[in-house]
């Protein structure tokens, strides 16, 4: 269910809370941090700088597959930020 985040890390969660629901609920919510083996478990995008401004890129359509592909990574960009952006303002 968690492929990026370590097995030694999903066992200490349960270790601490004993629930599994409630580990599931934590590891989709919140990044996970395991101070006792030192690994670190991101959930977001690893390229993504979410500190620059959002701007929706250009909806076009290119001949050229290696511009659709630059296109479709900026709109994908675009749609993380927003639905980060969207996730934090209900949050806090």
Not at 5 to 26: F, H, N, Y
Not at 43 to 50: A, E, H
């Amino acid at each position: 269910m968690f492929p990026n985040i370590p097995i030694s890390v999903i066992e200490q969660e349960l270790r601490q809370t004993g629930s599994i629901d409630a580990v599931c609920e934590r590891l989709l919510r919140y990044p996970v941090t395991s101070t006792s083996s030192n690994v670190t478990a991101k959930v977001s995008s690893p390229n993504i700088d979410f500190n620059s401004p959002i701007q929706e890129p250009a909806k076009e359509w290119s001949t050229s597959s290696k511009d659709r592909e630059a296109n479709l990574r900026l709109r994908k960009e675009y749609m993380i930020k927003k639905a980060r952006q969207k996730f934090l303002s209900n949050n806090n």
